[in-house]
C-alpha cells in the first residue's frame, strides 16, 4: 500500500491514507482504457440517422416511359437509386453503436486511469467537502486554495447538491458522486480531486 497526504480545504494536512494497491497501484492497461473508452463514446451516439430505400420513397409505380423507341435507358420505377429523388442504396437506418465490454475489463479499466492519475501526482484527497449554499466563487476559492488549476473532476462519496450546482456553470470542472465515476472523465480531466470517503467507497467497490 501507498500512503497519501488527507488534507482540508485550505490545503493543510490533516492525515494519511493508504490506498490500496489492487486499485490504486496496478499497472497502467492502455488497452482496457481504449476498448473502455470506445464504448462510453459510442453509447452517446444517437444512431437515428435515416434514409428511404427505393420501396419507401412516395412514387407511383407506373413506369415512366415506354420500354422501347425513346432512345433513354429503359426505366421502371420514378423511385429507383439511380433516378434524383429516389430511393438510397445502402443508406444509414436508425441502430444502435453499443459495444459491450467484460466487467473484468471495465474494472481493470477504472483501475488503470486511477492508478496513472495517482502515478502522475494528479489525484488529491481532501477530507471532505463543505459549502453550505451553492455559490460556485466559494468552490473555485477552495480549488485554488488546493493549488488545483485546468480541467478538474470533483467526485464525491455520495451527491451533494451545494456542490454540484456550484460547478455546474464552470466548463473546466465536472462534479459527480462515487457510483458514476468512469474511465472517460477520469482520462478526460487533468487533475482528480476526491473526497476521503470517496476513495475508500471506490476502494471497496473496486476490491471486492
Do not use: C
Amino acid at each position: 500500500m501507498q500512503s497519501v497526504d488527507v488534507v482540508d480545504q485550505k490545503n493543510k494536512k490533516i492525515g494519511t491514507l493508504e490506498l490500496k494497491d489492487e486499485v490504486f497501484g496496478v499497472r497502467p492497461h492502455k488497452g482496457a482504457m481504449f476498448q473502455v473508452v470506445r464504448s462510453h463514446l459510442a453509447r452517446a451516439r444517437a444512431g437515428t440517422a435515416s434514409t428511404k430505400t427505393r420501396g419507401e420513397v412516395n412514387y407511383t409505380s407506373a413506369k415512366p416511359y415506354r420500354q422501347k423507341g425513346t432512345g433513354r435507358a429503359r426505366a421502371g420505377f420514378r423511385g429507383s437509386p439511380i433516378w434524383r429523388g429516389g430511393g438510397i442504396t445502402f443508406g444509414p437506418k436508425p441502430r444502435t453503436y453499443d459495444l459491450k465490454v467484460p466487467k473484468k475489463v471495465r474494472q481493470l479499466a477504472l483501475k488503470s486511469a486511477l492508478s496513472s492519475k495517482v502515478m502522475d501526482g494528479n489525484l488529491k484527497i481532501v477530507e471532505r467537502l463543505d459549502i453550505k449554499a451553492p455559490k460556485t466563487r466559494d468552490l473555485l476559492n477552495i480549488l485554488k486554495d488546493l493549488g488545483l488549476s485546468g480541467k478538474t473532476l470533483i467526485v464525491t462519496a455520495e451527491a451533494q447538491e451545494s456542490v454540484i450546482l456550484s460547478g455546474r456553470n464552470v466548463p473546466d470542472i465536472a462534479v459527480m458522486e462515487v457510483g458514476r465515476v468512469n474511465v472517460y472523465d477520469l482520462l478526460n480531466m487533468e487533475k482528480i480531486l476526491m473526497t476521503r470517503d470517496a476513495v475508500e467507497k471506490i476502494s471497496e467497490a473496486l476490491s471486492a
